[in-house]
C-alpha cells in the first residue's frame, strides 16, 4: 500500500491550503485517514482523522480552522486548512488503517507534505 500526499507549500498568515493524499495498492477496506503534523524541533502530533463510518477528531490546536474529509470511493483524505497560523508550520503527514487482502490490518503513512506560513 501506498500512500501520495500532496498539496503542501508556503502561505502568508490567515491564508488557506488544501492537502490531499490518496492510498493505492492492496486495500480490502480503509478504516481510517488522517493526518499527523510535525513542527521544527518537535514531535510529531496528530491533526484530524476520520472513520470512514464519519467519526472525525481534531486537535484542540486546529478546531474551527481545519476540515477533513474523505473520498471512500477514491481512497483519499483531503484537509482543508483555513485562518493559518505561524504555529502551523510543520511537515504534514498523512496515515491510513488499512484493511488489506490476506494479509491484516496495518497502518500506512504517506511521504511528508512541508507546511510553511510566512510573511
Known amino acids: 500500500v501506498q500512500l501520495q500526499a500532496s498539496g503542501g507549500g508556503l502561505v502568508q498568515p490567515g491564508g488557506s491550503l488544501r492537502l490531499s493524499c490518496t492510498a493505492s495498492?492492496?486495500?480490502?477496506?480503509?478504516?481510517?485517514m488522517g493526518w499527523h503534523r510535525q513542527p521544527p524541533g518537535k514531535q510529531r502530533e496528530l491533526v484530524a482523522s476520520?472513520?470512514?463510518?464519519?467519526?472525525?477528531n481534531y486537535a484542540d490546536s486546529v478546531k474551527g480552522r481545519f476540515a477533513i474529509s474523505l473520498d471512500g470511493a477514491k481512497n483519499t483524505v483531503y484537509l482543508q486548512m483555513n485562518s493559518l497560523e505561524p504555529e502551523d508550520t510543520a511537515v504534514y503527514y498523512c496515515?491510513?488503517?488499512?484493511?488489506?487482502?490476506?494479509?491484516?490490518?496495518?497502518?500506512?503513512w504517506g511521504q511528508g507534505t512541508l507546511v510553511t506560513v510566512s510573511s
Open positions: 476520520k472513520t470512514t463510518s464519519g467519526t472525525t
Open positions: 495498492g492492496n486495500i480490502h477496506r480503509i478504516n481510517t
Open positions: 496515515y491510513a488503517d488499512v484493511l488489506e487482502f490476506n494479509v491484516g490490518a496495518r497502518t500506512y
